[in-house]
């Protein structure tokens, strides 16, 4: 009897329902007669069986609670599912550079030397695109990127949940080629800042991804309704520019209950519209966020996942502080333009080893591995006159002139 009542426990765990004895299960010692301890043998086969559908019954409403994420409730492992022995590959790890881009790619004069200094082996490309661009001889310099726009593309409005259903397309046809074990997002408007190389080596020594994360307590851009799905206190923020390991890729690709949270209560409030007059009042007031900026993080965050996270970007963007409040934005990143992306500007930007995160008083010292490193591997935002120049400085390779007349003849 207290055995069973043992293992009844035991099959409840932690569950709040808690099972009491009661007086029908005191056994007699009395000796009976055969007929009735026929009688009482029947009852205690009934009781027995009554006593499993319940610890059944126990379990399920376990399981139940489970499936509804609170606070309380264990971080949100059921989006984690496994896809089996390609996440045990061994050969030479490639880098997926995963380009998001409008149109064409303006600075594909840079990545293709980039590239050029590459082993063929050690790296893949996907584009997205505008829908039915092609990258080929008439529309890229760099043969690097023909062929390589994804064929279900879609249209993307920035700051609209188009923008990280893009990024799951690219992660997901990237997820494809299972030498694929770091996963990078650029943008068309963004540098390496070193060579292919060093690049490789500085993700390939870490186990972690990289992705900006922190609390963002005051913006007012979670929305209440979120909850309990998603609740605020796994809500982050960060920059859409992340690098990640192929498990949290693949979290971000099989994810079906947070994309849809995001894609109904993530929108951007509409800019001001002199036209609409007094109209713009009331649409000022309603709510603002933006999905690229919270969806990766506040994902990774339930999924318990923070610990595998170096919480930074590794891509570099200078704010201009100068901007008023005022304007639509607020900051908005800096363009470097010819003159302001010389030797001098890009040595203080690769000297960066640190990142102050005012939200959280927390300083985050760059490293890969436990090693210090600087903390940027890559810079937007670069107009051609300021990627030529890094070209011609040297920064991903041995310079070739060539390829700068190549650049500047088109
Ligand atoms: C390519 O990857 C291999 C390891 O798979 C590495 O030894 C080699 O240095 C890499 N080449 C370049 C150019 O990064
Ligand atoms: C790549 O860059 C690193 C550091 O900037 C440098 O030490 C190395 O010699 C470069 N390698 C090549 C192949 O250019
Ligand atoms: C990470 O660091 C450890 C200890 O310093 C070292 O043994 C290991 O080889 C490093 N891993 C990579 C991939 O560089
Ligand atoms: C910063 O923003 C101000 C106001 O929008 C603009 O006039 C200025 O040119 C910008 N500075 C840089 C370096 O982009």
Redesign the pocket.
Known sequence: MNDFWRSLSFFQGGAKTTVKPTTTFIMTKKPVPGQARHVIWLSWKLVILLCIVFSFVALFRLHFQYEIPSSSAPPFRHVIRSRGPQDYFKGPAKIAFLFLVRRDLPLDFLWESFFENAAVANFSIYIHSAPGFVFDESTTRSKFFYGRQLSNSIQVAWGESSMIAAERLLLEAALGDPANQRFVLVSDSCVPLYNFTYIYNYLMASPRSFVDSFLDGKEGRYHPKMSPVIPKDRWRKGSQWISLIRSHAEVIVDDEIIFPVFKKLCKRRPPVDASKGKLNLKLQKQHNCIPDEHYVPTLLAMCGLEGELERRTLTYTQW?Q??TKM?NKGW?P??FSYANAGPKQIREIKRINHVYYETEFRTEWCRTNNTMVPCFLFARKFSRGAAMRILSEGVVGPFDASSLLDASSS
Do not use: G, I, R
């Open positions: 201009n100068s901007a304007e908005h800096t363009t």
